[in-house]
T-cell receptor, first 110, second 111 residues
């Protein structure tokens, strides 16, 4: 099975700055990788999916990169806002199985 | 669309009791999954289904049973609850193995 590591420390940034979250995996490269947002007491909400043959994906203020050589995905939120404060999870798809990281807690300070 | 619904929202059980966590979706998704989320462990896949009548084990299936008699419903049964099953349980559905829609979760405590 995959072992997935995300920033273990909570991330605090000033409003307007770019937040960068890291997802590292240890075994074989998955066919695709996903990022989710989770607010306290709620279920995760899908944000972006990137496939192994894609280097970068963008959606509004969000950008995801996927480096199969480094076995790493980076998740960027540009022009961050207090409403972006949440926990962000990465997930790797492997056939019919999904493996999730423990998540990184992001706080955007006004 | 209601999306993915789960009942109950909260449940307290005594060790050895059994119960069923309900999950339903109204998006006609073939794929449905059950996860548990524990502090410091992330979401872990318990069981999943790729269509009515088809289920398979995930990463942590012991102590849980599932069935999928309809496309809409995917109940999770705890056969004999143990304190180690204290967790938050999420059901998810998807059209394929891409974007997953998660339910609001069931917070279960086993005493």
């Amino acid at each position: 099975s995959q072992k997935i590591e995300q920033n273990s420390e909570a991330l605090n940034i000033q409003e307007g700055k770019t937040a960068t979250l890291t997802c590292n995996y240890t075994n074989y490269s998955p066919a695709y990788l996903q990022w989710y947002r989770q607010d306290p007491g709620r279920g995760p909400v899908f944000l972006l999916l990137i496939r192994e043959n894609e280097k970068e994906k963008r959606k509004e203020r969000l950008k995801v990169t996927f480096d199969t050589t480094l076995k790493q995905s980076l998740f960027h939120i540009t022009a961050s806002q207090p409403a972006d404060s949440a926990t962000y999870l990465c997930a790797l798809g492997d056939g019919n199985q999904f493996y999730f990281g423990t998540g990184t807690s992001l706080t955007v300070i006004p | 669309n209601a999306g993915v619904t789960q009942t109950p929202k909260f449940q307290v059980l005594k060790t050895g009791q059994s119960m069923t966590l309900q999950c339903a979706q109204d998006m006609n998704h073939e794929y449905m999954s059950w996860y548990r989320q524990d502090p410091g462990m992330g979401l872990r896949l318990i069981h999943y289904s790729v269509g009515a009548g088809i289920t398979d084990q995930g990463e942590v299936p012991n102590g849980y049973n599932v069935s999928r008699s309809t496309t809409e419903d995917f109940p999770l049964r705890l056969l004999s609850a143990a304190p180690s099953q204290t967790s938050v349980y999420f059901c998810a559905s998807s059209r394929d193995w891409g974007m997953q829609y998660f339910g609001p979760g069931t917070r279960l405590t086993v005493l």
